[in-house]
Protein backbone atom coordinates (compact mmCIF):
# COMPACT_ATOMS: atom_id res chain seq x y z
CA UNK A 1 0.00 0.00 0.00
CA UNK A 2 1.33 3.41 -1.05
CA UNK A 3 2.20 5.24 2.04
CA UNK A 4 1.74 9.24 2.92
CA UNK A 5 3.88 11.49 4.87
CA UNK A 6 2.17 14.87 5.45
CA UNK A 7 5.49 16.49 7.16
CA UNK A 8 9.22 15.29 6.00
CA UNK A 9 12.46 16.10 7.00
CA UNK A 10 14.97 15.69 4.58
CA UNK A 11 18.23 16.01 5.80
CA UNK A 12 20.68 17.25 3.22
CA UNK A 13 18.55 18.84 1.32
CA UNK A 14 20.26 22.27 0.37
CA UNK A 15 22.49 19.69 -2.59
CA UNK A 16 22.38 18.13 -5.86
CA UNK A 17 20.08 15.37 -5.09
CA UNK A 18 18.21 16.48 -1.83
CA UNK A 19 17.25 19.63 -3.28
CA UNK A 20 15.72 18.06 -6.18
CA UNK A 21 13.63 15.64 -4.12
CA UNK A 22 12.55 18.71 -2.23
CA UNK A 23 11.96 20.76 -5.53
CA UNK A 24 9.64 18.03 -6.63
CA UNK A 25 7.39 17.08 -4.01
CA UNK A 26 6.78 20.71 -3.15
CA UNK A 27 6.09 21.64 -6.62
CA UNK A 28 3.43 19.14 -6.88
CA UNK A 29 1.37 21.17 -4.63
CA UNK A 30 -0.41 18.41 -2.39
CA UNK A 31 -0.13 20.16 0.50
CA UNK A 32 3.00 18.08 1.72
CA UNK A 33 5.65 20.25 4.71
CA UNK A 34 8.45 19.74 4.02
CA UNK A 35 11.57 20.50 6.32
CA UNK A 36 15.10 20.74 5.33
CA UNK A 37 18.03 19.88 7.95
CA UNK A 38 21.73 20.75 6.09
CA UNK A 39 24.73 21.78 7.66
CA UNK A 40 25.70 23.79 3.95
CA UNK A 41 29.20 22.32 3.76
CA UNK A 42 31.30 23.51 0.73
CA UNK A 43 28.62 20.74 -1.17
CA UNK A 44 24.83 22.72 -0.22
CA UNK A 45 23.85 25.73 -1.35
CA UNK A 46 20.54 27.48 -0.59
CA UNK A 47 20.02 28.67 -4.31
CA UNK A 48 19.35 25.03 -5.08
CA UNK A 49 16.41 25.47 -3.10
CA UNK A 50 15.30 29.44 -4.65
CA UNK A 51 12.86 27.64 -6.90
CA UNK A 52 10.73 26.38 -3.45
CA UNK A 53 12.06 29.63 -1.45
CA UNK A 54 11.01 32.37 -4.32
CA UNK A 55 7.16 30.24 -4.96
CA UNK A 56 4.46 32.15 -1.95
CA UNK A 57 2.61 28.84 -1.49
CA UNK A 58 5.62 26.33 -1.65
CA UNK A 59 7.67 28.95 0.45
CA UNK A 60 4.54 28.71 3.50
CA UNK A 61 4.83 24.69 3.59
CA UNK A 62 8.75 24.71 3.44
CA UNK A 63 11.43 25.61 6.40
CA UNK A 64 15.25 25.17 6.59
CA UNK A 65 17.29 24.68 9.47
CA UNK A 66 21.20 24.94 9.42
CA UNK A 67 22.50 22.49 11.24
CA UNK A 68 24.42 19.47 11.53
CA UNK A 69 22.40 16.00 11.55
CA UNK A 70 25.38 14.62 13.82
CA UNK A 71 23.95 17.20 16.75
CA UNK A 72 21.00 15.69 18.55
CA UNK A 73 19.56 18.57 20.04
CA UNK A 74 18.94 20.08 16.69
CA UNK A 75 18.04 16.60 15.26
CA UNK A 76 15.53 15.35 18.31
CA UNK A 77 12.43 18.29 18.01
CA UNK A 78 13.08 17.98 14.07
CA UNK A 79 12.24 14.03 14.55
CA UNK A 80 9.33 14.68 16.33
CA UNK A 81 7.59 16.67 13.89
CA UNK A 82 8.32 14.24 11.33
CA UNK A 83 6.17 11.70 9.37
CA UNK A 84 9.44 10.39 7.87
CA UNK A 85 13.04 11.34 7.52
CA UNK A 86 15.01 11.06 4.24
CA UNK A 87 18.52 11.22 4.70
CA UNK A 88 20.79 12.38 1.58
CA UNK A 89 23.06 14.37 4.12
CA UNK A 90 26.68 12.67 3.20
CA UNK A 91 30.31 13.99 2.13
CA UNK A 92 29.87 13.04 -1.13
CA UNK A 93 33.02 12.96 -3.29
CA UNK A 94 35.18 10.22 -3.44
CA UNK A 95 38.51 12.37 -3.94
CA UNK A 96 38.01 14.51 -0.87
CA UNK A 97 37.37 11.36 1.03
CA UNK A 98 41.02 10.18 0.10
CA UNK A 99 42.59 13.97 0.80
CA UNK A 100 40.20 14.17 4.15
CA UNK A 101 38.52 10.80 5.42
CA UNK A 102 37.18 12.89 8.56
CA UNK A 103 34.12 14.26 7.68
CA UNK A 104 33.23 11.42 5.80
CA UNK A 105 33.06 9.39 8.81
CA UNK A 106 31.55 11.99 11.00
CA UNK A 107 28.58 12.89 8.76
CA UNK A 108 28.39 9.13 7.76
CA UNK A 109 28.36 6.94 10.95
CA UNK A 110 28.22 9.38 14.10
CA UNK A 111 25.18 11.60 12.23
CA UNK A 112 23.40 8.63 10.56
CA UNK A 113 23.57 6.93 14.32
CA UNK A 114 22.51 10.87 15.99
CA UNK A 115 19.09 10.12 13.77
CA UNK A 116 18.46 6.70 14.20
CA UNK A 117 18.23 7.57 18.44
CA UNK A 118 16.03 10.49 17.80
CA UNK A 119 13.73 7.68 15.57
CA UNK A 120 14.41 5.37 18.66
CA UNK A 121 12.85 7.99 20.76
CA UNK A 122 9.97 8.78 18.57
CA UNK A 123 9.06 4.78 18.14
CA UNK A 124 9.13 5.08 22.38
CA UNK A 125 6.89 8.14 22.05
CA UNK A 126 4.77 6.15 20.01
CA UNK A 127 4.55 2.72 21.60
CA UNK A 128 3.32 5.06 24.55
CA UNK A 129 0.94 7.20 22.83
CA UNK A 130 2.19 10.00 22.39
CA UNK A 131 2.25 10.33 19.10
CA UNK A 132 0.47 8.38 16.26
CA UNK A 133 3.72 5.94 14.64
CA UNK A 134 7.22 6.30 14.55
CA UNK A 135 8.62 8.49 11.82
CA UNK A 136 10.22 6.22 8.67
CA UNK A 137 13.78 6.76 7.83
CA UNK A 138 14.91 6.55 4.45
CA UNK A 139 18.48 6.45 4.05
CA UNK A 140 20.62 7.23 0.82
CA UNK A 141 23.14 4.69 0.08
CA UNK A 142 25.11 4.48 -2.87
CA UNK A 143 26.17 1.30 -5.25
CA UNK A 144 29.62 1.92 -3.95
CA UNK A 145 28.94 0.03 -0.99
CA UNK A 146 29.77 -2.94 -3.44
CA UNK A 147 32.87 -2.15 -4.45
CA UNK A 148 34.20 -2.81 -8.08
CA UNK A 149 31.59 -5.25 -9.72
CA UNK A 150 33.67 -6.21 -12.68
CA UNK A 151 31.35 -8.88 -14.04
CA UNK A 152 27.79 -8.79 -13.93
CA UNK A 153 25.30 -6.99 -12.07
CA UNK A 154 24.68 -7.23 -7.73
CA UNK A 155 22.04 -7.75 -6.05
CA UNK A 156 20.79 -6.33 -3.13
CA UNK A 157 21.76 -9.26 -1.39
CA UNK A 158 25.67 -9.26 -2.85
CA UNK A 159 28.51 -8.73 -0.29
CA UNK A 160 29.29 -5.13 0.78
CA UNK A 161 33.10 -4.51 -0.25
CA UNK A 162 33.99 -0.92 0.23
CA UNK A 163 36.98 0.34 -1.39
CA UNK A 164 36.87 4.18 -0.12
CA UNK A 165 36.89 5.64 3.10
CA UNK A 166 33.51 7.27 1.31
CA UNK A 167 31.93 4.14 0.13
CA UNK A 168 33.37 2.26 3.63
CA UNK A 169 31.54 5.35 5.54
CA UNK A 170 27.93 4.80 3.63
CA UNK A 171 28.53 0.96 4.26
CA UNK A 172 29.09 1.55 7.96
CA UNK A 173 26.12 4.09 7.91
CA UNK A 174 24.22 1.08 6.14
CA UNK A 175 24.78 -1.33 8.77
CA UNK A 176 23.89 0.74 11.59
CA UNK A 177 20.20 1.39 10.03
CA UNK A 178 19.59 -2.04 9.34
CA UNK A 179 20.66 -3.00 12.78
CA UNK A 180 18.44 -0.52 14.19
CA UNK A 181 15.44 -2.09 12.40
CA UNK A 182 16.64 -5.51 13.98
CA UNK A 183 17.13 -5.11 17.43
CA UNK A 184 14.49 -1.87 17.90
CA UNK A 185 12.11 -2.35 15.23
CA UNK A 186 12.42 0.40 13.54
CA UNK A 187 10.69 1.31 10.14
CA UNK A 188 13.68 1.52 7.92
CA UNK A 189 14.29 1.21 4.06
CA UNK A 190 17.07 2.01 2.27
CA UNK A 191 18.43 3.07 -1.46
CA UNK A 192 21.19 1.90 -3.43
CA UNK A 193 21.49 4.54 -6.00
CA UNK A 194 23.79 4.30 -9.24
CA UNK A 195 26.15 7.75 -10.39
CA UNK A 196 23.74 10.70 -10.88
CA UNK A 197 24.05 13.00 -13.15
CA UNK A 198 21.59 16.85 -13.85
CA UNK A 199 21.12 20.18 -12.89
CA UNK A 200 22.32 21.62 -9.55
CA UNK A 201 25.31 18.40 -9.74
CA UNK A 202 28.54 20.42 -7.90
CA UNK A 203 31.18 21.10 -10.39
CA UNK A 204 33.52 18.50 -8.75
CA UNK A 205 32.15 15.61 -10.33
CA UNK A 206 32.99 14.30 -13.36
CA UNK A 207 30.07 15.49 -15.50
CA UNK A 208 30.05 18.82 -13.90
CA UNK A 209 33.49 19.27 -13.73
CA UNK A 210 34.40 18.38 -18.03
CA UNK A 211 31.24 20.54 -18.94
CA UNK A 212 32.29 23.69 -16.79
CA UNK A 213 36.19 23.60 -17.86
CA UNK A 214 35.08 22.79 -21.31
CA UNK A 215 33.15 25.79 -21.43
CA UNK A 216 36.59 27.59 -20.19
CA UNK A 217 38.48 26.07 -22.78
CA UNK A 218 40.39 24.57 -19.39
CA UNK A 219 41.77 20.90 -19.38
CA UNK A 220 39.88 18.15 -18.57
CA UNK A 221 41.64 15.65 -16.55
CA UNK A 222 40.62 11.99 -17.28
CA UNK A 223 42.07 9.74 -14.82
CA UNK A 224 43.96 6.66 -16.13
CA UNK A 225 42.97 5.02 -19.30
CA UNK A 226 39.47 6.48 -18.98
CA UNK A 227 38.18 2.81 -19.13
CA UNK A 228 36.19 2.79 -15.83
CA UNK A 229 32.73 2.30 -16.45
CA UNK A 230 29.77 4.09 -14.71
CA UNK A 231 25.66 3.42 -14.90
CA UNK A 232 24.50 7.06 -15.04
CA UNK A 233 21.32 7.96 -13.65
CA UNK A 234 19.44 11.14 -14.29
CA UNK A 235 18.77 12.80 -10.97
CA UNK A 236 15.19 13.56 -10.96
CA UNK A 237 15.09 9.59 -11.37
CA UNK A 238 17.11 9.11 -8.34
CA UNK A 239 15.16 11.38 -6.69
CA UNK A 240 11.91 10.10 -7.86
CA UNK A 241 12.54 6.64 -6.83
CA UNK A 242 14.12 7.34 -3.54
CA UNK A 243 10.18 8.95 -3.22
CA UNK A 244 8.81 5.54 -4.30
CA UNK A 245 10.48 3.74 -2.16
CA UNK A 246 9.50 5.81 0.77
CA UNK A 247 6.22 5.15 0.20
CA UNK A 248 6.06 1.47 -0.74
CA UNK A 249 9.06 0.01 0.28
CA UNK A 250 8.78 -2.99 2.61
CA UNK A 251 10.21 -2.32 6.51
CA UNK A 252 14.03 -3.10 6.97
CA UNK A 253 14.67 -3.38 2.68
CA UNK A 254 17.55 -2.26 0.45
CA UNK A 255 16.87 -1.67 -3.16
CA UNK A 256 19.12 -1.02 -5.93
CA UNK A 257 18.38 2.20 -8.28
CA UNK A 258 20.19 1.49 -11.33
CA UNK A 259 20.73 3.98 -13.98
CA UNK A 260 19.99 4.04 -17.86
CA UNK A 261 23.61 3.91 -19.21
CA UNK A 262 26.79 1.84 -18.45
CA UNK A 263 29.44 3.63 -20.23
CA UNK A 264 32.88 3.82 -19.97
CA UNK A 265 34.41 7.32 -19.04
CA UNK A 266 35.98 7.97 -22.48
CA UNK A 267 32.60 7.60 -24.24
CA UNK A 268 31.05 9.96 -21.59
CA UNK A 269 33.41 12.76 -22.22
CA UNK A 270 33.01 12.04 -26.37
CA UNK A 271 29.76 12.85 -26.11
CA UNK A 272 29.98 15.35 -24.09
CA UNK A 273 32.28 17.12 -25.82
CA UNK A 274 30.06 16.66 -29.14
CA UNK A 275 27.13 17.93 -27.82
CA UNK A 276 29.36 21.01 -26.69
CA UNK A 277 30.88 21.33 -29.83
CA UNK A 278 34.87 21.19 -28.27
CA UNK A 279 37.25 19.73 -29.28
CA UNK A 280 38.97 16.81 -27.43
CA UNK A 281 42.59 17.96 -27.80
CA UNK A 282 41.34 19.36 -24.05
CA UNK A 283 41.21 15.98 -22.78
CA UNK A 284 44.44 14.98 -20.91
CA UNK A 285 45.14 11.46 -19.14
CA UNK A 286 46.68 12.17 -15.82
CA UNK A 287 47.22 9.64 -12.84
CA UNK A 288 44.50 7.34 -11.85
CA UNK A 289 42.40 7.83 -8.39
CA UNK A 290 43.94 5.50 -5.74
CA UNK A 291 41.67 2.38 -5.41
CA UNK A 292 39.99 3.64 -8.46
CA UNK A 293 37.08 1.12 -8.63
CA UNK A 294 36.91 0.16 -12.35
CA UNK A 295 32.97 -0.84 -12.60
CA UNK A 296 29.88 -0.23 -10.89
CA UNK A 297 27.04 -2.26 -11.85
CA UNK A 298 23.44 -3.04 -10.24
CA UNK A 299 20.30 -5.20 -10.75
CA UNK A 300 16.90 -3.60 -10.51
CA UNK A 301 14.96 -6.30 -10.79
CA UNK A 302 13.72 -5.43 -6.80
CA UNK A 303 13.22 -1.74 -7.80
CA UNK A 304 11.09 -2.95 -11.04
CA UNK A 305 8.85 -4.92 -9.03
CA UNK A 306 8.06 -2.67 -6.57
CA UNK A 307 6.76 -0.46 -9.67
CA UNK A 308 9.23 2.31 -10.49
CA UNK A 309 11.13 2.85 -14.14
CA UNK A 310 13.32 5.50 -14.92
CA UNK A 311 12.14 8.10 -17.29
CA UNK A 312 15.07 9.92 -18.60
CA UNK A 313 17.27 8.15 -21.05
CA UNK A 314 20.99 8.99 -21.26
CA UNK A 315 21.21 11.63 -24.05
CA UNK A 316 18.01 13.29 -23.37
CA UNK A 317 19.15 13.91 -19.57
CA UNK A 318 23.14 14.63 -20.59
CA UNK A 319 21.52 17.51 -23.25
CA UNK A 320 19.28 18.63 -20.61
CA UNK A 321 22.01 18.97 -17.99
CA UNK A 322 24.65 20.61 -20.44
CA UNK A 323 21.66 23.20 -21.36
CA UNK A 324 21.30 23.58 -17.98
CA UNK A 325 24.71 24.74 -17.13
CA UNK A 326 24.90 26.68 -20.00
CA UNK A 327 22.18 28.87 -19.06
CA UNK A 328 22.97 28.75 -15.52
CA UNK A 329 26.57 30.88 -15.47
CA UNK A 330 26.09 32.20 -12.17
CA UNK A 331 25.30 29.21 -10.26
CA UNK A 332 28.36 27.12 -11.49
CA UNK A 333 30.87 30.53 -11.09
CA UNK A 334 30.04 31.46 -7.37
CA UNK A 335 30.58 27.56 -7.15
CA UNK A 336 34.16 27.97 -8.44
CA UNK A 337 35.30 30.94 -6.72
CA UNK A 338 36.14 31.22 -3.40
CA UNK A 339 38.31 27.82 -2.14
CA UNK A 340 37.58 26.47 -5.61
CA UNK A 341 40.91 27.23 -6.47
CA UNK A 342 42.52 26.05 -3.28
CA UNK A 343 41.09 22.08 -3.56
CA UNK A 344 41.65 22.10 -7.80
CA UNK A 345 44.98 22.77 -7.39
CA UNK A 346 45.35 20.06 -4.35
CA UNK A 347 43.54 17.58 -6.25
CA UNK A 348 44.59 18.24 -10.15
CA UNK A 349 47.85 20.62 -10.01
CA UNK A 350 50.26 18.04 -10.10
CA UNK A 351 47.94 15.60 -11.90
CA UNK A 352 47.60 18.01 -14.82
CA UNK A 353 51.26 18.95 -14.33
CA UNK A 354 52.41 15.51 -15.20
CA UNK A 355 49.54 14.82 -17.98
CA UNK A 356 49.38 13.54 -21.63
CA UNK A 357 47.12 14.51 -24.48
CA UNK A 358 44.55 11.80 -24.46
CA UNK A 359 44.20 8.86 -27.10
CA UNK A 360 41.72 10.13 -29.32
CA UNK A 361 38.24 8.51 -28.82
CA UNK A 362 36.91 7.49 -31.67
CA UNK A 363 34.55 4.77 -31.16
CA UNK A 364 30.94 5.30 -31.43
CA UNK A 365 28.86 4.68 -28.42
CA UNK A 366 30.71 2.05 -26.85
CA UNK A 367 28.08 1.11 -24.64
CA UNK A 368 28.62 -2.27 -23.59
CA UNK A 369 26.30 -5.37 -24.87
CA UNK A 370 25.74 -5.30 -20.87
CA UNK A 371 23.83 -1.55 -21.04
CA UNK A 372 20.88 -2.44 -19.87
CA UNK A 373 21.20 -3.59 -16.19
CA UNK A 374 18.73 -5.95 -15.38
CA UNK A 375 15.47 -4.66 -14.10
CA UNK A 376 16.94 -1.06 -15.33
CA UNK A 377 13.98 -0.90 -18.49
P1 LIG B 1 25.97 16.61 -2.19
O1 LIG B 1 27.38 16.61 -1.71
O2 LIG B 1 25.60 17.43 -3.37
O3 LIG B 1 25.00 17.08 -1.00
C1 LIG B 1 25.17 16.66 0.33
C2 LIG B 1 24.39 17.63 1.20
O4 LIG B 1 24.50 17.18 2.57
C3 LIG B 1 24.92 19.07 1.17
O5 LIG B 1 23.84 19.97 1.08
C4 LIG B 1 25.64 19.22 2.51
O6 LIG B 1 25.66 20.54 2.98
C5 LIG B 1 24.81 18.31 3.38
N1 LIG B 1 25.55 17.81 4.56
C6 LIG B 1 26.78 17.25 4.61
N2 LIG B 1 27.09 16.91 5.87
C7 LIG B 1 26.03 17.25 6.64
C8 LIG B 1 25.75 17.13 8.01
N3 LIG B 1 26.63 16.60 8.88
N4 LIG B 1 24.54 17.56 8.48
C9 LIG B 1 23.64 18.11 7.62
N5 LIG B 1 23.86 18.26 6.31
C10 LIG B 1 25.04 17.82 5.82
O7 LIG B 1 25.59 15.09 -2.38
P2 LIG B 1 24.60 14.39 -3.42
O8 LIG B 1 25.35 14.05 -4.63
O9 LIG B 1 23.36 15.16 -3.49
O10 LIG B 1 24.33 13.02 -2.64
C11 LIG B 1 23.28 12.93 -1.70
C12 LIG B 1 23.27 11.55 -1.11
O11 LIG B 1 23.15 10.57 -2.14
C13 LIG B 1 24.56 11.18 -0.37
O12 LIG B 1 24.19 10.45 0.78
C14 LIG B 1 25.32 10.32 -1.35
O13 LIG B 1 26.13 9.39 -0.66
C15 LIG B 1 24.19 9.63 -2.07
N6 LIG B 1 24.46 9.22 -3.46
C16 LIG B 1 24.95 10.13 -4.36
C17 LIG B 1 25.14 9.73 -5.68
C18 LIG B 1 25.69 10.67 -6.72
O14 LIG B 1 26.06 10.23 -7.81
N7 LIG B 1 25.75 11.97 -6.48
C19 LIG B 1 24.82 8.42 -6.07
C20 LIG B 1 24.33 7.53 -5.09
C21 LIG B 1 24.14 7.95 -3.80
O1 LIG C 1 28.19 5.49 -7.95
C1 LIG C 1 27.59 6.38 -7.06
C2 LIG C 1 28.59 7.42 -6.67
O2 LIG C 1 28.82 8.22 -7.83
C3 LIG C 1 28.13 8.28 -5.51
O3 LIG C 1 27.96 7.47 -4.37
C4 LIG C 1 29.12 9.41 -5.24
O4 LIG C 1 28.61 10.27 -4.24
C5 LIG C 1 29.32 10.18 -6.52
O5 LIG C 1 30.29 11.19 -6.34
C6 LIG C 1 29.75 9.27 -7.66
O6 LIG C 1 31.06 8.71 -7.41
P1 LIG C 1 32.17 8.54 -8.57
O7 LIG C 1 33.48 8.51 -7.92
O8 LIG C 1 31.82 7.43 -9.49
O9 LIG C 1 31.90 9.92 -9.37
P2 LIG C 1 32.91 11.00 -9.96
O10 LIG C 1 32.09 11.99 -10.72
O11 LIG C 1 33.86 11.52 -8.97
O12 LIG C 1 33.74 10.13 -11.01
C7 LIG C 1 33.10 9.44 -12.07
C8 LIG C 1 34.18 8.72 -12.85
O13 LIG C 1 34.99 9.69 -13.51
C9 LIG C 1 35.11 7.91 -11.99
O14 LIG C 1 35.50 6.75 -12.70
C10 LIG C 1 36.30 8.82 -11.79
C11 LIG C 1 36.36 9.59 -13.10
N1 LIG C 1 36.88 10.97 -12.99
C12 LIG C 1 36.35 11.81 -12.05
C13 LIG C 1 36.82 13.08 -11.90
C14 LIG C 1 36.23 14.00 -10.85
C15 LIG C 1 37.90 11.40 -13.84
O15 LIG C 1 38.37 10.65 -14.72
N2 LIG C 1 38.37 12.67 -13.68
C16 LIG C 1 37.89 13.53 -12.73
O16 LIG C 1 38.39 14.67 -12.64
Redesign the pocket.
Known sequence: MTRQFGRLLVTGGAGFIGSCFVRDILARRDGTHVTVLDKLTYAGNRANLAAVTEDPEQARRFRFVHGDIADAAVVAPLASGADAIVNFA?E????RSILDPEAFLRTGVIGVHVLLEACRREAEAAAAGRRAAAPRLLQV????VYGSVDEGHATESAPLAPR?P??AA?AAGELLVRSYHVTYGLDVVLTR????YGPFHHP????P??ITNALDDQE?????D?L????WLYVADHAGAVEHVLRNGVPGEVYNLPGDRELP?RE?VRLLLEHLGKPWSLVRQ?ED?PG??RR?AMDGSKLKALGWRNRTPFEVGLAATIDWFRANEPWWRAIRSGDWDAYYQR??GSRLAGGVAAAPATAPAAASPESGPPGAA
Request: proline letters at 2%; glycine letters at 8%.
Open positions: ASHVDSTDESYSKGSNTEKLILFLPLYGGQRRDNVVRHDYQY
